[in-house]
């Protein structure tokens, strides 16, 4: 937290936008890089429902200090209308994570959920080419995931979300893209998968219910998490009981970071991530 001390009427300014905010770990993981790399910027948390996010975004087009701003929990399929354009991945999966301000209030979309976790997979010595993944979730987190894992080459997804017809929405979007992929809508059995992931918000308040059917986990399975706090879930704790190897969410956080920061560049300097 070192630039909240030295910050000056240069600082660049960041935020992120979610609701609830509590549970946010992505200011510490930025300011720290900010920090680290002795750059004049800083991060804020934004607590904003989804009545006031047209509002919000409207002002802060004219924030002049302002560079860009993340978009998490429930923003992020919102956010795509209220940016002046999006990036290819953004418009495929649908939602976008990331906003960069250029200089003249335009707002332009990006999503790395996916990239991220793909990346934090990798980080963790799990190559997803060639698995069968079972993945709970249809939201924007969810959606993005699906993406990233079809592009990295897995050889099925089996997709289960609470409402059906998001599933089924989102297995029929992937289907153009990725025809090789099996894809399918499941049930909250997790069995016969290689890689389990919870791509849902289940887990980040103490009373959710879990996301999948966990007496049905073996001990062959990775399961990984999206929920960064708390970091064992009762989903992970769980699946640990069961003998699977778990992964939580940090990686994709921390994965996401450099990238996040990448995206927020200026205009002139910024890198369009696309994964697909
Ligand atoms: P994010 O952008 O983080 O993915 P989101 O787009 O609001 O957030 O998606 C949240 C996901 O968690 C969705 O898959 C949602 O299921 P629905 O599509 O049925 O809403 C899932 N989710 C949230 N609360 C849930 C609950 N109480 N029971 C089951 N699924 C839930």
């Not at 934004?46 to 087009?61: I, K, M, N, Q």
């Not at 990233?148 to 029929?172: C, D, P, W, Y």
């Not at 073996?218 to 399961?223: A, E, L, N, Y």
């Amino acid at each position: 937290m070192e630039n909240q001390n030295t910050i000056s009427g240069n600082t660049r300014v960041y935020a992120i936008i979610a609701d609830p905010i509590h549970h946010v770990q992505t200011p510490a993981a930025m300011n720290r890089l900010f920090t680290e790399r002795g750059e004049d910027r800083v991060m804020v948390p934004f607590h904003v429902s989804a009545e006031g996010l047209p509002g919000v975004v409207a002002g802060l087009r004219a924030i002049q200090s302002l560079d860009g701003f993340i978009v998490t929990v429930p923003h992020k399929s919102a956010i795509v209308e209220l940016c002046d354009s999006v990036s290819d991945a953004a418009q495929l999966v649908g939602a976008v994570n990331v906003v960069r301000r250029n200089a003249d209030g335009s707002l332009h979309g990006d999503i790395l959920d996916g990239a991220g976790f793909v990346a934090g997979l990798r980080q963790r010595g799990v190559e997803p080419a060639g698995l069968s993944v079972y993945l709970a979730g249809a939201g924007g987190a969810a959606k993005a995931i699906a993406f990233a894992l079809a592009a990295a080459g897995v050889s099925k997804i089996t997709l289960f979300n609470r409402t059906t017809h998001k599933a089924e929405a989102l297995v029929q979007r992937l289907a153009t893209v990725f025809p090789a992929v099996q894809l399918c809508v499941g049930s909250e059995d997790p069995s016969g998968h290689d890689l389990v992931v919870n791509g849902t918000s289940l887990g980040l308040c103490v009373d959710d219910m879990l996301p999948l059917n966990v007496a049905l986990l073996t001990s062959s399975q990775i399961v990984a998490e999206i929920i960064m706090q708390p970091a064992i879930t009762p989903l992970l704790a769980a699946a640990t009981e069961k003998g699977c190897r778990v992964l939580d969410g940090m990686p994709m956080l921390l994965c996401q970071i450099e990238l996040m920061a990448a995206a927020m560049a200026t205009e002139k300097n910024g890198q369009n991530h696309e994964y697909i």
